[in-house]
């Protein structure tokens, strides 16, 4: 069509200008469209579109602006028009037809798409393939198809010019600024690669350039993306955004919750094998070392405790038992139970511990996964025991888990638990019998009727109402079940030493039960346990005990525990040399005159502290005398520590109340329970084991702060994984120098008793003799003591409570035979310690008369009785036995307390609880009246009280 103002009416079509007025190589044309000029008079703008006859067809073409180059293309047939197809058949008539178009000519056909175009200065074919004698240059103004043929024969240039190498590169680069720079990355990179030797073509990644450059080419497409994205964002209705986020949303909820877990578990099923049902006794090898690692032993299970049945051989009660202590989903679950993971994995993300095994699952555990507290083993054990219940049975997966789990009591497999418990083949057990064996699967340690009778019975309850809850059993069935009596617990080594290391591997198991370790995970998942035990503190340890029984009367026992104060840890561990037997290191015995120190303790922490420069009378009383060489008529606190005077120390807890000392010695770290007491307390008629001894010692050592005894230091898996490890914990029980006071009282016991130190390093210690209800005998003997670094603790005794004497006949004491192993070991463990001190003493109350490590007998021979007081004391002199020689009235007074009728005599007392009037208990009651102390023994008879 026209435009108006152009030359001729509106409607018709006009000629372009003159071809000379556009020169042909300023303006590139695109193939198949005419090249365009930049003073078009018809068009009237520069780059806009153009119209031009072709015979009775209108030919449109768009042409690009002037002043940017457009890459070459492919040359395209000429397009014809709808007008030009209207026009078709219709003579063109009105001014500005061209020459010779003024007779109606036939309508021109229109050249198919398909047609090849012509190649540079050719005109175009017919179908029949014959050239028509055209001029090579026609003139747009007379020839119609000048249009068609200039565009053609620029392109045919164009394509011939791009074969040519180009004489400068930035001639041929597009107008678009990111275009002309990646075709001049692409050239380059092409030139780079040609000149670049062969094999060279992998090292250019190994160049940190390369990956800069990647990384920039990620960065901008990544933001083309991004501004693409919200370029079509904007574009979109409300609606649409939001039913475009929905579908996001939605898209990575799928693969995220479908498509991944899928895929990952397709790649574990593929990658993870299937366990073999001896692979668990391969892994059970447990190995405990020393603290330096060095090994002190090793756990191998025994080959000969685990047989393997099939399931027929075991009474489907018995597997129904299992399944309901278990796994009650058992036969329909595909060998994971989803809500159990799920439950598992929430704890995991929590900061709790996992749950929800099958009984595939546990059997996959025992044999491979290893017992990890982790997502990872339990996504690999979900994926074998699906992979398992796929190639298995569930029969025969179930006999392997009977074959290979662990019972208790050193049985792995439940043949082996059958003969264990009950003394006969699992083809002889009843519902019963089984219901207590799949109860004890749990925690075997717990379970055991032999260990907690209550939470066997329990656990045996809970597995007979699930076999009830799953039609397992009919009620009359539940109701007629009885509890089944089961064997006593023999000692079995389980592969560890028989010597004084399978003792301490009992005392090691005993803690890891109480750090949430069981039993079953120590035998099954070949765990390697750090110990605070030194190997050379330990062998001293034992060498001091045996040396010291060598020639001594075989039925003597021993025990020795030693502990680092200011951790903790122990150092040695000894009680006995039966690995299999009784550990005397935690057997109970009454501790004698090793109490009083708790005593003392009690009397400091009073509102009225009792300082040690407190003088008591330490004379014999009816029914209550001192050992031999501990009388003293009147002592402090320190003297009668020193010496053990019983007297003294029975009379402060009886004014004190023994409920306080009991407390007291709980303070410092004894933790048997000490009920139904009485002032016989004082002289040790409770009963406590050497460890707790030690520790509470150690708690004087350290200050007033009670550290934890304890053996395990570290555990580690068999693949290196740490599932606990020993933080020291701390907890001040009393003041330092509450305990300074204490050990200020004992530091001249070791010279008494002739057991000081070599080298003059200072030690605090007690001695302690528990009497027999015979006559001069004694039962146990005892003595604690420490140093700032080590405090050690040691027993001597029998099993059967009976008096203890030496080779030669002599009786045994604290001061005699373990004295001798006490010093002989802490000389040893101290040896390559640096020499240490205790902090300075600053008394409470009044000062004792003497001080440090000196033996500390005073003499003050007053002839009335002696009561604290708030006034200074007169400083005591030095006293002797010897010369303590009543006078007159202090020997009247002494006749008159024999008279069984004499009227009560009172005095006024201060400094125990305050200042009150009390009766004097030495004259008033007649000796058959007094209260004595004293235990009972276990034959009934009154013993004698314990003595230092």
Known sequence: ????????????????????????????????????????????????????????????SVTMPATRTAPAARALPPVTTRAATRSAGRPSTGAGTPAGAGAPTAPQRRVPPAASPARAGEAPRSRTGARPAVPSHPDPRTDPTATIGVGRRRADERRADERRAPESPAAELPGNATAARLVAQARTAGESRADRPAGDGWRRWLEPAAYASLLAALIERGGAYRRRRRARLASLTRKQRIWYHSRVVGLTGVALFVVAPALVFALGYLFFAIPKPDDTVNKQV??????????LARIVPEEGNRTKISIDQVPKPVQLAVLAAEDRSFFSNPGFDPVGIARAAWKQLTGGTGGGSTITQQYVKTSLVGDERSLWRKYKE???????????????????????????????????????????????????EGALLAGVIQSPSRWDPAVNPQRASARWNFVLDGMLSQGWLTPEQRDSIRFPATQPRGKTSGGAPSDHRGLILNAIRDELEQRGISEQELNQEGLKITTTIDPQTQERAVESVRKSLIGQPPNLRGALVSIEPDTGAILAYYGGDNGVGLDYARVSKQAGSTFKPFVLLAALQLGDPIG????????????????????????????????????????????????????????????????EVNEGIALGNKEVTPIELAAAYATFASGGIYHQPHLVSKVTTSDDRVIYEAVPTQERRFSEQI?????????????????????????AAKTGTVESRLEGENNDAWIAGYTPSVATAVWIGTDQNTPIRTSRGTPISGASLPGTIWKTFMNDATKTRPEESFASFKPIGPPPAALGTADGRVTSPPSTAVAPSSAPAAPPQPYDPRLDVPDEAELNRREDSDSQRRE??????????GCKTVEDRSSSAPADERDEPGTRSEAGATRQPARG
């Open 1 to 60: 069509m026209g435009r108006p103002g152009a030359d001729g009416p509106p409607g018709r079509h006009h000629a372009p200008p003159p071809a000379a007025s556009v020169p042909a190589a300023s303006v590139p044309a695109t193939a198949g469209t005419a090249p365009s000029s930049g003073t078009n008079g018809t068009n009237g703008t520069s780059g806009g579109r153009r119209i031009a006859p072709l015979g009775s067809a209108v030919v449109r």
């Open 286 to 295: 447990a190995t405990i070392s020393f603290a330096d690692s060095s090994e």
């Open 382 to 432: 979900m994926v074998i025991a699906v992979k398992i219940s796929q190639l298995n049975s569930k029969d025969e997966i179930l006999a392997d888990y009977l074959n290979a789990i662990y019972f208790g009591r050193g049985a792995y497999g439940i043949q082996s638990a059958s003969k264990a418990y009950f003394g006969k083949d699992v083809g002889q057990l009843d519902a019963s």
């Open 612 to 675: 040690l420069g407190t003088r008591f009378k330490g004379a014999p009383l009816p029914g209550l005398r001192n050992a031999d060489g501990a009388d003293c008529a009147v002592c402090d606190l320190k003297q009668a520590m020193t010496v053990s005077n019983n007297v003294v120390f029975h009379e402060l807890t009886l004014r004190m109340g023994a409920q306080k000392v009991a407390d007291a010695a709980r303070q410092a770290g004894i933790t048997t329970p000490l009920t």
């Open 739 to 763: 305990a300074r006071n204490v050990t200020e009282a004992m530091l001249g016991v070791p010279a008494f008793d002739k057991l000081s130190l070599t080298g003059g390093r200072t030690a």
């Open 904 to 913: 009560p005599e009172t005095r006024r007392e201060c400094g125990l609880l």
